[in-house]
């Protein structure tokens, strides 16, 4: 019964070697399957499959464009959004290299604008605060109130606490809050929604400039799929389609199609002039040797 209880070194420790010893043997040949990871196959008789994976940066407003060939490898391009500043249109489409889009997103804000955006939405509270919520004084602290009585701080903790009494999550407080602190919180969270931020504040502030720029060097602009317009992702995807397959007769905005209109003005060859009369062929003159005098 002793010799039972001596570790197995061969099998992994243990006192039986059992268990410890499978467990070992198993994550062994999981590492050497991760790393010999068998790639998946494409080719022009293969569907690629793969599951979708979602990005909580670009949301659900992108698709993706993947392009492969035997010799030359493949190439995946990112339908999506402007991302971070630009002067486009929010709802305009934006075609990047997968590869490339980690730049981007890197290149969102400058800091100088993430400190900004941060003064400013305090700015924005303090002035919704102001119009929503009321004050008094304890002591010689003064503290913001619901509709003049309840102190806001307070009343949230305690709140707070109710909730994780209950097994529910402390975000939930507002359930376990009196009908007169639900609706002025519900009014106040509406207002930060949709309020602007305040236009002196800006004008005391101006907000730093910065563009989203794209590369390993931060210098190529994002530009708009001009045929795509600010169309819905679904209507933007079959548009691409019919664009790849030749079906689309109208694919070009009216601005290019006008510039290409005035382009072959432009290099339009002029036609020839109206061909000139040959001149008459002078008729052979008479010879003036005696021999053809008349007689």
Known sequence: MADQAVENPERGGGRSGRGRGRGSAKNTATRAMAANAVKSKVGPTRLLEAEWTKDSLLKENCFVIWLGSGPTGSQQ??????????????????MTPARDLGFLLARRDSEELS????????AKRQEVLRARMGRRTDGQTEVWTFDGAAAIQPTIRTCMAAAK??????????????????????SFKEALR?????????????RPHHETMGGPLGDIPQEAVKYLGTLSLNSAKDKVLRVMLGRDPNWESDEEASSDEEDAEETEVPMDPA?????ATPSPRKSASPKSASV
């Open 77 to 94: 391009w990112t339908v999506h959004h402007p991302v971070g500043e630009t002067a486009l249109p929010d709802g305009a489409w934006v």
């Open 275 to 279: 061909p000139r009369e040959k001149p």
């Open 165 to 186: 009494a209950a097994g529910a999550k402390e975000s939930e407080w507002l359930n376990y809050a009196d009908t007169a602190v639900q609706v002025a919180e519900r």
């Open 194 to 206: 949709t309020q602007a931020i305040p236009q002196e504040w800006i004008g005391a502030n101006p």
């Open 115 to 122: 400190a900004w955006k941060r003064r400013s939405e305090l």
